[in-house]
């Protein structure tokens, strides 16, 4: 059974940085596309950036200098590092992972987490 498990979010000042963390068993994270999505209140969910074997990173334009994803394999755990947090950063963070190359297109995802919230305060 596949299981992503997200943790690492809180409630940070503007400015301040969060690491996410996306502890995945049931598949090994080198195997996949990983990526990180986000949802605010009342909006959809939003594509934030992606890892895969043999690919670059692929980010969001609006995350592009702040955000920066990545994996260890002998955790099995997909990061993302986000430095100079805005308000505008607020909101549920998920994982999700699927087969094949990288995508922006949460629809495209095979498995998904739960979610961690980040609230950041102006």
């Known amino acids: 059974q596949v299981q992503l498990v997200e943790s690492g979010g809180g409630l940070v000042q503007a400015g301040g940085s969060l690491r996410l963390s996306c502890a995945a068993s049931?598949?090994?994270?080198?195997?996949?596309?990983v990526g990180w999505f986000r949802q605010a209140p009342g909006k959809e969910r939003e594509f934030v950036a992606a890892i895969s074997w043999g690919s670059s990173p692929y980010y969001a334009d609006s995350v592009k200098g702040r955000f920066t994803i990545s994996r260890d394999t002998a955790k099995n755990t997909v990061y993302l590092q986000i430095n100079n947090l805005k308000p505008e950063d607020t909101a549920v963070y998920y994982c999700?992972?699927?087969?094949?190359?990288?995508?922006?297109?949460?629809?495209?995802?095979?498995?998904w987490g739960q979610g961690t919230q980040v609230t950041v305060s102006s």
């Open positions: 999700a992972a699927r087969t094949g190359t990288l995508q922006a297109d949460p629809a495209l995802y095979d498995y």
């Open positions: 049931g598949l090994t994270v080198s195997d996949f596309a």
